[in-house]
């Protein structure tokens, strides 16, 4: 079978390709071929008809899907050729349709786009005439009338248009002719006719030859036998009141409905003209078992279910008989129209995988291709698309039910990071029936969100002297993106602390945000400083954020109490003093000054006697290192006392000094107040120069703080014209000529020293400190004035304090003191 019809293809191959051709129909592109063409046939040229470059099909991945499920046809994208992939049946396609048409869809990626091709099969002559039966037979009376029809079997043909069958033919014979008879839809049927009477006694059987022959070219036939027995007597036939009965049935219908009526008569009396029905002998089975005959009233009735989308039209042959000797017989038609209901719901087919979608993509970006089908028809099958409310996609609509997805509105990855888009496919049936489908959605990151520190600005808080290369502190970004544009590295910008550049006192770890010192802080030296660290995403562009991290040095108890009166650098941690037997109980005999470099309670300083030659002589005041007599100088005390002066600060661990106070008891001391008034009640070069050094100091001090206070007025003035606010700082005062420098005056106290301190200069910086000090001797007006950051020699110092104390034979030295800003 299958070589024979390999020759009938290669017979009628050159009279189809006169059918290879093209046309563009509403943008759409139709070839027509005949059907049975060998794999590998050119249909058409699609870079050509379509317009694209074979590279272009090639980069953009070309393919072609069949709506029909077989995959008959494939591109050979090196030449942009359409191609016959697989054997083309168009009787097994299309069945006895006229009209045999296969939809593709030509699927581009890159962007997506579809276009829709058509290819017509066309039918050739690969089938002959067929019976459903090789022998037909016949019993005819022998009263039968010259003239009489018989109906015979039609043949039938899976070709169509001129290829079906279009003639018959019958072997030569005397009594019996052909004759054609039109029945619906055009088609001819063979009767056959009596043209003589016949003579049973004669002849009591006849065999004919039916051949069918088809239109093709060159013609096929089909042959029956037909087997003829002349029969006596009943001479009449059962007449049907219609030759075709016409009904029309939904396919819902249920089992047991009634389908049609149909009625005979017969003009024979008995059982000559009794008559009984059923269906034809041809009849397939498919047919019986949908529908069941009354035998005798001829009610037919359904008995399976019908499908619309299966087979849309049924036509039954129904036969009358008589009960006569011989049967007669005669034949009707019953055509039964199904009608459509709607009970199939609409799909949604995804003609392309959906892409992922940029979260910057332009709005009607294509995602997704599909389209929808319904095995309805009419209004059952008329189908429309809705997307759920607050998606930011769309659908648009292509042609012939295809669709593209695309995006409508703006799209942020950080809010949703994939949509399950879920599509409403709705007939228009009566009720309309409706399916849903869901698609997938990627978006994928763009680096749109810098990276967000947990903290605007953090405080670190510093104890010095720590290790070097110890962590400080971790500061911690987090980027809303993903992958790369989340990858966050770390890095200190660039400012200068005290003039020299941060990076010299800390560095950061650039993956974790971890910052650790280069070496020991001293908070003497430096008490706060800032770094400015930027976090950057490792997307492109790079975005990036910053912080400020202030670290603020906290003071150790590092430095001990330094004496500053008695001075003990010439002689040691001795220092020598006289007092006169008449002194009474609290006698003032000298003061210990000291001071503490450190800040806060490390630098809170306490005074005790830690030895003495005689305890219950002298004490020493806890926090003014006043030593006073406890008690009157009696005769029997030694002329010669030793104390020893421990000086404690009140920091953790305790650090202290001591100094030694050798006292010398002598008669005829006077007092020193009273020296000392006369003293100044005499005019002398000393009290000059004393006097002078007041003046100087408290006209500086006054003069400072003059100029100072009517600096900030001014400036507040004009700064609160523009901005209203008052600072002193570059950003907001640029006519100010130091704008980072600041001038601070505040009265001070260091235990028994009382001082008032002018500060200047950056507040980051070392700042200069001018001091007026008092006399360590608090009975006393005395006081100078130290230089800033700058060592003093304290022998001018004393040398004002030896004017005014009761014997100039005590000796200082000079001592280096130096005070940083607190």
């Not at 991290?549 to 003990?568: K, M």
Request: with cysteine; net charge negative; aromatic share 6%.
């Amino acid at each position: 079978m299958t070589k024979r019809m390999d020759q009938r293809v290669k017979r009628w191959l050159p009279i189809w390709c006169c059918f290879l051709l093209w046309r563009t129909t509403r943008g759409q592109t139709r070839y027509s071929i005949p059907e049975e063409l060998k794999p590998g046939y050119v249909v058409g040229n699609l870079a050509k008809d379509l317009a694209l470059g074979l590279t272009e099909m090639y980069d953009r991945k070309l393919r072609v899907a069949s709506e029909a499920g077989e995959q008959y046809f494939s591109v050979d994208v090196g030449k942009g050729e359409l191609l016959v992939n697989d054997r083309i049946d168009r009787e097994a396609l299309c069945g006895q349709s006229t009209r045999c048409v296969l939809p593709l869809q030509v699927v581009l990626e890159n962007p997506l786009s579809l276009h829709r091709i058509e290819v017509e099969i066309k039918d050739i002559n690969d089938h002959s005439p067929r019976f459903n039966t090789e022998e037909l037979s016949l019993k005819i009376a022998e009263s039968a009338a010259v003239g009489t029809r018989f109906s015979l079997e039609s043949a039938e043909d899976s070709d169509v248009g001129r290829n079906d069958v279009k003639s018959y033919t019958l072997t030569k014979n005397e009594c019996f002719t052909l004759k054609m008879r039109e029945v619906e839809d055009g088609k001819m049927v063979p009767d056959l006719v009596l043209e003589k009477p016949l003579d049973r006694e004669k002849a009591a059987v006849y065999q004919l030859t039916l051949t069918a022959l088809d239109g093709g070219n060159p013609v096929m036939s089909g042959t029956a036998q037909i087997l003829i027995t002349v029969l006596d007597n009943n001479d009449n036939f059962p007449v049907f009141d219609k030759s075709i009965y016409r009904v029309s049935l939904t396919e819902n219908s249920p089992r047991d409905t009634f389908v049609d009526k149909v009625k005979a008569t017969d003009a024979d009396e008995g059982p000559n003209g009794e008559v009984e029905f059923s269906f034809g002998s041809r009849t397939p089975a498919s047919i019986l078992s949908l529908f069941e005959i009354n035998s005798s009233t001829g009610e037919i009735r359904l008995r399976g279910d019908l499908d619309y989308e299966k087979e849309t039209t049924y036509k039954v042959e129904v036969t009358a008989k008589d009960k006569g000797a011989p049967v007669m017989e005669s034949h009707c038609r019953l055509q039964v129209d199904v009608i459509d209901v709607n009970d199939n719901a609409p799909e949604i087919i995804l003609t392309s995988e959906p892409q992922p979608v940029r979260e910057d993509a332009p709005s009607g970006s294509v995602v997704a291709l599909l389209n929808t089908r319904d095995a309805d028809s009419g209004n059952n099958s008329r189908v429309t698309l809705q997307l759920r409310k607050g998606s930011p996609f769309s659908l648009k609509a292509s042609f012939s039910n295809n669709y593209a997805l695309v995006t409508s509105g703006p799209l942020d990855r950080e809010r949703f990071s994939e949509y399950n888009i879920e599509i409403t496919a709705t007939d228009s049936g009566s009720p309309p029936l409706s399916s849903k489908k869901t698609i997938p959605v990627t978006v994928t990151d763009v680096n749109d969100n810098p990276p967000v520190f947990s903290q605007s600005s953090y405080n670190v808080y510093l104890k010095e002297n720590g290790v070097a290369g110890s962590i400080l502190f971790s500061v911690s970004a987090s980027d809303l993106d993903s992958g790369e544009n989340a990858k966050i590295s770390y890095s200190i910008l660039d400012s200068k602390v005290q003039e020299v550049s941060v990076s010299s006192y800390v560095y950061i770890n650039s993956d974790n945000g971890s910052i650790y010192s280069m070496h020991s802080f001293d908070y003497e030296k430096l008490k706060v400083f800032e770094i400015q660290v930027q976090a950057k995403d490792q997307g492109s562009p790079s975005l990036s954020s910053n912080t400020t991290v202030h670290v603020f040095i906290l003071d150790q108890n590092d430095n001990a109490p330094s004496v500053i009166y008695p001075s003990s650098a010439a002689l040691g941690s001795l220092s020598h003093q006289r007092m006169p037997r008449s002194a009474k109980a609290g006698h003032l005999v000298t003061k210990v000054t000291a001071v503490d470099a450190d800040s806060g309670h490390n630098a809170w300083i306490s005074y005790k006697v830690a030895e003495a030659t005689d305890a219950s002589l002298f004490t020493v005041n806890q926090y003014t290192g006043e030593v006073r007599t406890k008690r009157s100088v009696s005769e029997h005390d030694d002329s010669s006392q030793r104390l020893l002066i421990e000086i404690r600060d009140d920091g953790e661990p305790v650090q202290s000094a001591t100094v030694t106070v050798s006292i010398l008891l002598e008669d005829g001391l006077h007092e020193p107040i009273l020296d000392l008034r006369h003293k100044v009640s005499e005019p002398s070069k000393k009290s000059d120069r004393l006097a002078l050094y007041l003046i100087l100091s408290l006209a500086s001090v006054s003069v400072l703080s003059l100029v100072t206070l009517l600096i900030l007025a001014v400036k507040c003035m004009r700064s609160s014209r523009s901005s209203g606010a008052c600072c002193m700082r570059r950003s907001d005062c640029e006519d100010y000529k130091n704008p980072n420098r600041n001038l601070q005056i505040q009265l001070n106290t260091d235990g028994p020293i009382k001082y008032v301190e002018v500060l200047g200069g950056d507040m980051m910086s070392q700042s200069q400190s001018f001091r007026s000090c008092m006399s360590p001797m608090s009975e006393y007006s005395d006081f100078t004035l130290i230089k800033p950051s700058s060592t003093t020699d304290f022998k001018e110092v004393i040398s004002v304090l030896d004017a005014s104390l009761p014997d100039s034979t005590w000796t200082f030295e000079s001592q280096q003191v130096s005070r940083k800003q607190i």
